[in-house]
T-cell receptor
């Protein structure tokens, strides 16, 4: 049972490049979400989804796009990376309150 | 709006000392959940405990204990007889459900041998 799988674990981008952080879960969870972790700021919610085809913005959505075409996958897209998006990104999934399962994180550096 | 405050940015103690990590929250919801997560140097988030707003019983799990007090909006975490392996960043979090959590800034705990 893999749980929540994030890829890649590390990525270096140049300003203006685009990329997609992948997140997949094999627990048939309805809820999935993306957080970013910055030093001294804890984790902040970027986008979340309550089911396939349904997404919504969190606290810090600017610069990120998401879609949820299947229950299993919730990719996070950076269309034009900026140095301010240098962070550690965590994907999480849940079947409903109060369980929440996190992936291992993806460290992104934007030069 | 919901808010979680972990006023202690860093704590450093000597092994075997007891240490308490403070967490104060703000919410207007009557039903909510509180969480504690541990982030070791390897970077993953390790779930420690969750508590719903209707359950104010304190909980003990080995050397870990949690004190939930709705009257003071606090959910403090105590490690008894700390060990070097307890060194990590600890996060307190609040949410109505599990898909939209608000996290505190985290407390970096260092246990010195």
């Amino acid at each position: 049972n893999a749980g929540v799988t994030q890829t890649p674990k590390f990525q270096v981008l140049k300003t203006g490049q685009s990329m997609t952080l992948q997140c997949a879960q094999d627990m048939n969870h309805e809820y999935m979400s993306w957080y970013r972790q910055d030093p001294g700021m804890g984790l902040r919610l970027i986008h979340y989804s309550v089911g396939a085809g349904i997404t919504d913005q969190g606290e810090v959505p600017n610069g990120y796009n998401v879609s949820r075409s299947t229950t299993e996958d919730f990719p996070l897209r950076l269309l034009s990376a900026a140095p301010s998006q240098t962070s550690v990104y965590f994907c999480a999934s849940s079947s409903g309150p109060p369980e929440l399962f996190f992936g291992e994180g993806s460290r992104l550096t934007v030069l | 709006a919901q808010k979680v405050t972990q006023a202690q940015t860093e704590i450093s103690v000597v092994e075997k000392e007891d240490v308490t990590l403070d967490c104060v929250y703000e919410t207007r919801d009557t039903t909510y959940y509180l969480f504690w997560y541990k982030q070791p140097p390897s970077g993953e988030l390790v779930f420690l405990i969750r508590r719903n707003s209707f359950d104010e019983q304190n909980e003990i799990s080995g050397r870990y204990s949690w004190n939930f007090q709705k009257s003071t909006s606090s959910f403090n975490f105590t490690i008894t007889a700390s060990q070097v392996v307890d060194s990590a960043v600890y996060f307190c979090a609040l949410g109505r459900g599990a898909q939209k959590l608000v996290f505190g800034q985290g407390t970096r705990l260092t246990i010195n041998p």
